[in-house]
Structure formats: C-alpha cells, structure tokens
C-alpha cells in the first residue's frame, strides 16, 4: 500500500461547480498536512496547511480526518485559474520529510 | 523578497557530460532538498541536507551528487547523465526545528534535457 495515495483524476468540472478531493495516508502516527498546488511544467507552491480543527482560506477548505486517515480539499465556484495538479503533502510522525501524494488533475472548464 | 532561486531554468546536456545545477535561498532555513520529478509524477526525494548533514535516499543512484557549502546555496551534480535523467529537479527549503511541521518553499526548478 502506497503511504499517501490520491485519486490522480483529471476531474473535469464547469466553472462555479464544488469540487473535493482526498487524501489518504497510511502512517497513523503522522502529524502534519499540506496541499500543495502544481501548475504545468511548474514548482509546486503551498495553498494551505490541514489542522486538526480544519481550516478555511476564501474557497478552499481543507479537513483533516485522524480517525480514517485521510485529509479533503474543496474548492468552491471553481474558476478556471483553479485548474491544475493537487499534491496531498503528509510529514510523518514527526518526521520533517514529506511524502507526496501523486497528485489531482483539475480541469475547470467554462 | 525572501525566496528559493535555481539556475539555470532549463539546462541541456549531452548523454554521459556532467552537468551541475545550483539552488541558492535567502530563507535562511536550515533544511535543504533535492528532488527529481517526471511527468505526471509525485516529487521524488534524491537527498537532503538537515544544516550541514547531508542525508541521502536509499534509492538515489550514486550517478547524483550533492553539495552545500553554505547555508545559502546547494548544488545537485550528476556525473553523467543517461536519457533516464531528462526531468525536472526541484530545489526546496524549510526551517525545521525537529517537530516536522513546516510546509516547503519549491525553487522554480531546473529543466534537464539529455541530448
């Protein structure tokens, strides 16, 4: 079993639609969470942390759900400059190194 | 602005030439990483430098080098590259104080082709 596997898509959704992705992560002892999002041909850039409360940033929330392992992304009124690669970053128990989920394709179209 | 730079942004060599691409940060964090990704694929973690200790991965193949003179810049070197090495490589920093709960800054890469 991959340690944190994604569904790698692509979701392909109109403009203004809801999007979730998830997450899941196999090492229960793991303790910190990112999204990251990766445009083509680009670096990856962090969109948000996952706290264990969930957190909210304008249409993006993330949720963090210890109990089943796995962490969510939604993305509200989709705009088109949404479309990219969604990286599920996981730092194991305690660890500061990060594994990397495959990615999410999103495609928004008008 | 505080930020991770790498040069150059696109490299071309030939098969079996060395090649050495640098990452340079003006995060003064104390952690640095290599990490080579291929289409459509997750980052893969090659080594990373935790100050001046220099952590490499199993799986890295001995073909890859790396240097940190200083906290400042990092060089990735790859002796001779095959056409298996065309990707991207990723230059990537954090401030880690053992807890492991700080996010990466990604340099904006380095493209390598394999002529």
């Known amino acids: 079993r991959k340690e944190v596997e994604q569904d790698p898509g692509p979701f392909n959704v109109p403009e203004g639609a809801t999007v979730a992705f998830n997450c899941t992560y196999s090492?229960?002892?793991?303790?910190?969470f990112f999204w990251y999002r990766q445009d083509c041909r680009k670096e990856p850039k962090l969109l948000m942390s996952?706290?264990?409360s969930g957190n909210e940033d304008g249409r993006f929330t993330a949720q963090l759900n210890r109990a089943s392992q796995y962490i969510s992304l939604l993305i509200r009124d989709s705009k088109l400059s949404d479309s990219a690669t969604y990286l599920c970053?996981?730092?194991?128990?305690?660890?500061?190194?990060?594994?990397f989920g495959r990615g999410t394709s999103l495609i928004v179209h008008p | 602005d505080a930020m991770v730079i790498q040069n150059p942004r696109y490299q071309v060599t030939q098969f079996g030439k060395p090649v050495t691409l640098s990452c340079s940060q003006t995060?003064?964090?104390?952690?640095m990483y290599w990490y080579q990704q291929k289409s459509s694929q997750a980052p893969k973690l090659l080594f990373h430098?935790?100050?001046?200790?220099?952590?490499n991965e199993a799986d890295t193949p001995d073909n890859f080098q790396s240097r940190r003179p200083n906290t400042s810049f990092c060089f990735l070197d790859i002796r001779s590259p095959g056409l298996g090495d065309a990707a991207m490589y990723l230059c990537?920093?954090?401030?880690?104080?053992?807890?492991?709960?700080?996010?990466?800054?990604f340099g904006d890469g380095t493209r390598l082709s394999i002529l």
């Open positions: 990537a920093t954090s401030r880690e104080g053992g807890g492991g709960n700080q996010p990466q800054h």
């Open positions: 090492n229960s002892a793991s303790q910190s």
């Open positions: 996952v706290y264990s």
């Open positions: 970053v996981v730092n194991q128990g305690g660890s500061y190194i990060p594994t």
């Open positions: 995060l003064n964090h104390n952690v």
């Open positions: 430098y935790y100050d001046k200790d220099f952590n």
